[in-house]
């Protein structure tokens, strides 16, 4: 039903206020409104009674704090009181305690924190009805000019306008319990017990002198396997007590109506319906691994009370509200994404050494980084370096690797890029400078862009290729220029075949579309256009042509090895020919190149093979894949490890993770270093190499990637295209001189940023 209440919103905003929660954010969202204007009716429904709270304690950042404090002091006061603070993390892995300081915590009882919040609605005569049920959302909509929704992850008000809403609910591979041990940990320990059912893991803190809040967490699989599914509240506690006995010390766990649950995160894409808003769980949830549910429940609170005094009009409030807190919300539910996904994997990183483990652990949310480890805790961060065998002085971006007979003087790699600017397959003076200054700028690897080994497997009329001897020409006058001006950087080429994607405009001039005229016939290993209706139908290969194009691909491998490159990698990514047989959603065929994943691999194995035997034995080859297509029915996670692991008992020296860009309907999950897990996975099950890509744009970001071991290089492409010397800079910025990053001579007066400003 529509929600059609009359608006009652006067200069002072509205005067009649329903919250239906009564949870942190719902009673602080009381008090702050009322508060705001005494003469507001403002009431609260909950469900439960006062005493039925759920978990026992929760972490309160700095920064939500000193919100608290602004927008309360009487609260802020209150609070501060009984916050138990502390600064180290201990993480316990295989008999290792490893302690890191200088995080900051502070946290207190759920039950104190909600009873200092009922005191102060009290204390304002906000109207607290415990045990009640709230009236049905639209009712209250009729009847109130304002409905806070803050009735949690299973809200009914945001079920009943769900339609507008739009709720996306996504539930997780875990199964947690809350459980509290009468003593106070030290410190924030994460534990983890190999037991023969599986990984389990601890999430401990304390709240109050003598109480800590335990969180116990496994993979739903082992929880059935251990048979907790079968077990009641008191036998889990007493059968995890035991799993933990150590970090325990032999004493109890206590429960108060804990149960079992699997994660579910919330995503709305709409917060507010007409009078009716949405705050906390019920508009938005992040992983309990980064402490944010109350965090999040209470900043919504103080963001909507001063949206609601600072704009008049009830819709403008409202969008104001959300105007300021959905790119906060949303940047912690990215962290905690990322988070929970590293505890739902946790079984693949648990073999790395003790330290590299902490460290994984500590940066997993990519929220702590490297850079600011560093800062909080130098001695912990050092230990790591060395570890990982960074000379002294070094950061770890610039540790030599090898690679066969190659070795790469830094780990920063130019991603591959198409630039569309060649003549008939010929790369010209804009590919001499535009790969030139990018190996001028640091970078240990520089790839060039998807070369295409025939007129037909092209991309664009724009794309380079290797099907001639003037195109191997031209590109050994570029791999002289950047051995002879740059040396000591490696120049590799990416060897691929459009297949159903080729033909097309350049990408300035429709990407993806066709070329209005003197389109070329496609190939593919179906005949399934790109776009239906749009891209052409590609004629399915035959015995014929499957060896036609593989050699053409040994053609091309046997000129990039004359033309002088220093490395080759396999294109088998985002769609194009070789892809296209590796992915379950472009691979139809009923022959032995299609079917199963055995089957699929069969023929850009056979390319690889054939390129491996014609290319130097010194030199390294590698092959890029997307290891998901982002779309139901694509590659599998395990499909991407086993087709990894396959390419390197082919021979391939490393593997370069992407993803996507396989069928138009994707779907990706965008964000800061998004690809990186499935690089982190294919390393950790295989022990091959992984190049990682996608979104990272920081040297921040590449040394924590790195000494969390979840990549061996990392490629960057839009930060290269944004500054050619990104290496450099990066080397400069953290005061690095050493061999891995050297300024070339005529540039050597600019290895510091120029001064700005007057000077005396």
Not at 89 to 116: K, Y
Not at 128 to 155: C, K, M, N, W, Y
Not at 702 to 727: E, F, Q
Request: glycine share 10%.
């Amino acid at each position: 039903m529509r929600n059609t209440a009359p608006s009652r919103t006067g200069h002072g905003g509205p005067s009649r206020i329903a919250v239906v929660g009564g949870g942190p954010g719902g009673l602080y969202a009381a008090a702050l409104l009322k508060r705001a204007d005494p003469a507001r009716e403002v009431t609260v429904w909950e469900r439960n009674a006062p005493s039925d709270t759920f978990g026992f304690g929760v972490v309160l950042s700095d920064e939500t704090l000193g919100g608290i404090g602004d927008a309360d002091p009487v609260v802020h006061e209150a609070l501060t009181r009984d916050l138990v603070r502390w600064d180290d993390i201990d993480v316990v892995h295989r008999g290792h305690r490893t302690t890191s300081t200088g995080h900051g915590f502070a946290a207190l009882g759920r039950r104190r924190l909600l009873e200092v919040l009922r005191t102060r609605c009290a204390d304002l005569d906000v109207r607290l009805r415990f045990r009640t049920e709230a009236p049905p959302a639209a009712d209250l909509a009729a009847t109130h000019d304002l409905v806070v929704a803050a009735d949690g992850v299973h809200s009914r008000t945001r079920e009943a306008h769900a339609g507008h809403f739009r709720p996306r609910i996504t539930t997780h591979r875990c199964r947690y319990i809350w459980l509290a041990a009468d003593f106070a940990f030290e410190a924030f320990r994460f534990e983890i017990a190999e037991t023969r059912h599986g990984v389990v893991q601890l999430h401990a803190y304390p709240y109050e002198a003598d109480a800590s809040t335990v969180i116990v967490e496994m993979r739903e699989e082992v929880w059935r396997a251990a048979g907790f599914d079968m077990m009641d509240e008191a036998e889990s506690a007493a059968r995890c007590a035991r799993i933990f006995t150590e970090a325990l010390g032999g004493r109890p766990l206590r429960s108060h109506r804990s149960a079992w649950t699997a994660f579910r995160t919330v995503v709305n894409t709409h917060w507010s319906y007409g009078n009716t808003v949405l705050i906390g769980d019920a508009a938005h949830t992040a992983h309990f691994s980064i402490g944010s549910g109350t965090k999040l429940a209470v900043e919504d609170a103080v963001s909507l009370a001063r949206a609601l005094g600072t704009h008049p009009a009830l819709p403008e409030a409202l969008a104001a509200y959300e105007t300021e807190r959905r790119p906060a919300v949303e940047s912690t539910q990215r962290a905690a994404a990322a988070s929970l996904r590293w505890f739902e994997d946790l079984a693949e990183h648990v073999d790395r050494p003790p330290r590299r483990f902490a460290f994984d652990l500590l940066t997993r949310s990519r929220r702590v980084t490297h850079a600011n480890l560093g800062l909080r805790d130098p001695a912990f961060t050092a230990t790591v370096e060395h570890d990982f065998g960074c000379p002294p002085g070094t950061p770890p971006m610039f540790t030599p690797l090898r690679l066969r007979g190659l070795t790469l003087r830094n780990r920063i790699v130019v991603s591959p890029m198409d630039m569309y600017a060649a003549e008939d397959g010929v790369p010209g003076d804009f590919h001499l400078v535009h790969l030139g200054s990018r190996a001028l700028g640091g970078a240990g690897l520089v790839m060039t862009e998807m070369v295409c080994v025939s007129p037909e497997g092209r991309i664009t009329p724009g794309c380079t290729g290797l099907w001639n001897d003037g195109q191997a020409d031209a590109w050994a006058r570029i791999t002289a220029f950047v051995h002879e001006r740059a040396p000591g950087t490696a120049l590799g080429v990416q060897l691929g075949h459009a297949g159903r994607k080729g033909s097309t405009r350049r990408m300035w001039e429709g990407i993806d579309q066709p070329l209005p005229t003197g389109n070329w016939p496609l190939v593919a290993a179906s005949p399934l256009p790109y776009r239906p209706g749009v891209n052409q139908v590609p004629r399915a290969l035959d015995r014929a042509g499957l060896t036609a194009v593989r050699e053409e691909f040994t053609a091309a491998a046997r000129r990039a090895a004359r033309s002088g490159f220093d490395l080759l990698e396999l294109h088998c990514a985002h769609g194009y020919l070789l892809s296209g047989f590796l992915s379950p959603l472009t691979n139809h065929r009923t022959d032995g190149y299609g079917g199963d994943l055995d089957g699929r691999l069969r023929f850009p194995l056979e390319v690889f093979d054939a390129v491996r035997e014609v290319w130097p034995e010194d030199r390294p080859a590698t092959v890029r894949i997307s290891a998901t297509d982002w779309a139901e029915g694509g590659t599998t996670e395990e499909e991407a490890v086993a087709l990894a692991r396959a390419f390197a008992e082919h021979g391939a020296d490393a593997v370069d993770v992407s993803t996507g860009q396989v069928v138009p309907h994707e779907a990706p999950a965008y964000g800061r270093s998004y690809q990186t897990p499935y690089a982190d996975r294919i390393r950790n099950r295989t022990g091959v190499p992984v190049i990682a890509v996608g979104a990272i744009s920081s040297w921040d970001d590449v040394n924590s990637l790195l000494l969390a071991g979840r990549a061996d290089l990392c490629a960057l492409a839009r930060p290269h295209l944004y500054d050619p010397h990104w290496t450099l800079h990066a080397a400069a910025e953290q005061g690095y001189e050493g061999p891995a990053a050297p300024w070339p001579a005529p540039y050597r007066a600019g290895n510091r940023p120029p001064p700005t400003g007057r000077r005396a």
